[in-house]
T-cell receptor, first 115, second 113 residues
Framework: NAGVTQTPKFRVLKTGQSMTLLCAQDMNHEYMYWYRQDPGMGLRLIHYSVGEGTTAKGEVPDGYNVSRLKKQNFLLGLESAAPSQTSVYFC??????????????FGAGTRLSVL | AQSVAQPEDQVNVAEGNPLTVKCTYSVSGNPYLFWYVQYPNRGLQFLLKYITGDNLVKGSYGFEAEFNKSQTSFHLKKPSALVSDSALYFCAVRDGGYQKVTFGTGTKLQVIP
């Protein structure tokens, strides 16, 4: 059982380049999330999805787009990367509003540097 | 809006001593509260949660947390710290009716041998 898998693990971009981060989960979870982690700021929610075909904005959505075409995958896109997007990105999933297990499962992260 | 505060950036404790990592929260509805741990270069791992019931919640690796509604706190505790407990700890809150989770800024726990 792989859980939540993020690819790639590391990436270096030049300002203005685009890229897509892939998150895949094999737990049949309804909900998926993208966070960014920056020193002293904890985790901030970028976008999230409550089911296949749905997406919603989080706290810091500007400069990012997402898609959830398949239940198991949640893609995070940067159309024109900026140095301010240098961060560690985490994907998470959860089974939904199940009272017994509403916590999130996290991937190992993608470390992105934008030069 | 919901929020979480972790007032200490770092907590240092000697191995074998009890440890406490503080967390306070604010939500409009019933809170779901969580603690996660992050080891270097890893994702967050779930430690424990409070949804309802007993105010003292027990979790993984000997950790426990005490929910205090009047003080809106959810402090993480362990009776005897281990060097291997050294990591970054995050408190998180979710308003019971919603799926968005808000994380604190994290507290670095350093257990000194």
């Amino acid at each position: 059982n792989a859980g939540v898998t993020q690819t790639p693990k590391f990436r270096v971009l030049k300002t203005g380049q685009s890229m897509t981060l892939l998150c895949a989960q094999d737990m049949n979870h309804e909900y998926m999330y993208w966070y960014r982690q920056d020193p002293g700021m904890g985790l901030r929610l970028i976008h999230y999805s409550v089911g296949e075909g749905t997406t919603a904005k989080g706290e810091v959505p500007d400069g990012y787009n997402v898609s959830r075409l398949k239940k198991q995958n949640f893609l995070l896109g940067l159309e024109s990367a900026a140095p301010s997007q240098t961060s560690v990105y985490f994907c998470a999933s959860s089974p939904g509003l199940d009272l017994a297990a509403p916590f999130q499962y996290f991937g190992a992260g993608t470390r992105l540097s934008v030069l | 809006a919901q929020s979480v505060a972790q007032p200490e950036d770092q907590v240092n404790v000697a191995e074998g001593n009890p440890l406490t990592v503080k967390c306070t929260y604010s939500v409009s509805g019933n809170p779901y509260l969580f603690w996660y741990v992050q080891y270097p270069n890893r994702g967050l791992q779930f430690l424990l949660k409070y949804i309802t019931g007993d105010n003292l919640v027990k979790g993984s690796y000997g950790f426990e947390a005490e929910f205090n509604k009047s003080q809106t706190s959810f402090h993480l505790k362990k009776p005897s710290a281990l060097v291997s407990d050294s990591a970054l700890y995050f408190c998180a809150v979710r308003d019971g009716g919603y799926q968005k989770v808000t994380f604190g800024t994290g507290t670095k726990l350093q257990v000194i041998p």
